[in-house]
């Protein structure tokens, strides 16, 4: 442990400035960790819009009202987000995605730790110590069977494993099967749980090391005023030591690792296998950890999406920087032109050269206008009275709204399950339930879609029963939906 990063200096630069320690600090906190818990870390959600986030904040503000009173959290829902994504605070990220105009949020990487902090301050039944000493004891056999440099050594360590793996056959071979017990399996998979939450939270972190890069770079192209050459190189020098960086390789490395489709098979396979063992059953684990693979994969792909977004704003920025200046010469070239053409003919006689005037504004205090105070609107009361109903308001009552966002979960859930589906497979899993406005809906997403295939030579029919009981149909194009 570094000493010097908890020394009375630093903490008290943290306590002041870090924006997980303000956190722990907040009379709000328990509202803000709980809810941004549940909206972003439980269904490891990389970024909502505003009108989702705002609309699930009212449903949690509402809810504790009702418990705890009308003046607990006495704000409305828009006023928080605000204030949560403020630089004071900093526990969200707020900002514009690539050809929207509705702001969307993100958690920050403090926020993340700080929340995974609190969540590991509950009592554990079960601290498991065997599974972590393990995993010391062959991080270190690793480290020192990766560095050694000698052939020899290397050789005998590996005949050494074999002659370990030859036994161990031989005694399964005589029917003796040794098996892990209750203990053991529970003290692995709870260190395989805590390792997983927090490999997805180095995916947040990760990518804002690569967004602080962009704004390094993008403050260095508007300062600089050298040439563009000498730019560019220290650009793609610093873009290089990133990639090159220990954190780029290991990042690489685990990507790499993960897009195999032989290695994302045998982690389904493993997966599958450890939650079905009665001892990981019976601690009722999170559904989600079925899954964990392909959510590290969508976290991964979310890192590299950003990567590749910076790396075209930045390239696109370049342009716009040189398309200026290149206008900027032509504009100057220009007027070299028409000062040259206009003196061919009719040289100047005597050499002049004009002066802008000196002098000074002054503006003296007595020549301010005196302050007139606005004027102010006089609201008379006047008696409501009640009126006479003209319109029938059933129409009120009969109103049909659509959740965008429970078809969005549903179609990831979908995506995850398989690799390709199609619009009248997904309507069969998840059936219509307002009619047609939902299936509108269904049309939109697929259109929002990047890697939604829509095949026009080919048709399939949809069809969905209505609320009197009469079944529809309706003849649409072909649509697949991608992972």
Known sequence: MNTAAISHEALASLRKNHPAWRLLRADSSPLVASFLHRVFIAPNVREISQADLQ???????????????????????????NDWADNAQGWLRKFYPQNSD??????????????????GLTERSFIGTESRLLTLFDLLQQMASGSETDPKIRIAALREKRREIDAEIKQ???????????????????????????????FREVEQNFRQLDRRVRERIALWEGGKGE???????????????????????????????????????????????????????????????YDWLEAGEHTQRTVAQLSSQLRRFLDDKAWLENKRIMEILGQIKSSASATLN??????????????????????????QPPLQSVIESVALEMGEEDADAEALFSQVVVDKGRLKHGLAQALQE????SL???????????????????????????????????QEVLQWRTGQGLIKHVTLPYMLFVR
């Open 102 to 119: 509705e702001p969307h949020y993100d958690l920050t990487p403090a926020t993340e730790k700080g929340i995974r902090w609190l969540a």
């Open 424 to 458: 009248a497979t997904l309507l069969d899993i998840y059936p219509l339930q307002h009619g047609l406005a939902e299936l509108v809906i269904w049309l939109q997403l697929a259109s929002e879609q990047s890697r939604c295939v829509i095949d026009d030579h080919k």
């Open 55 to 81: 609309e699930s904040l009212e449903d949690e503000l509402f809810a504790l009202r009702e418990r705890l009173g009308e003046e607990s959290y006495p704000r409305i829902a828009s006023e928080y987000l």
């Open 172 to 202: 399964i071979q005589s029917g003796d099967i040794p098996l892990l017990d209750e203990t053991a399996i529970k003290d692995r998979f709870q260190q395989f749980v805590m390792m997983a939450g927090e490999l997805l939270s180095d």
């Open 418 to 421: 398989h690799t390709q589906i």
């Open 346 to 371: 009719t040289p100047p006689q005597t050499l002049q050269m004009t002066m802008d005037e000196m002098k000074l504004d002054m503006s003296l205090p007595m020549e301010r206008p005196l302050y």
């Open 231 to 293: 730019l560019l190189q220290d650009i793609l020098n610093e873009c290089d030591d990133i990639t090159n960086s220990d954190q780029g390789k290991s990042f690489r490395a685990f990507w790499d690792f993960l897009m195999s489709s032989s290695r994302q098979e045998e982690l389904t396979y493993l997966l599958d296998k450890v939650m079905a063992l009665t001892p990981v059953a019976e601690s009722r684990p999170d559904a989600r950890l079925r899954r964990v693979h």
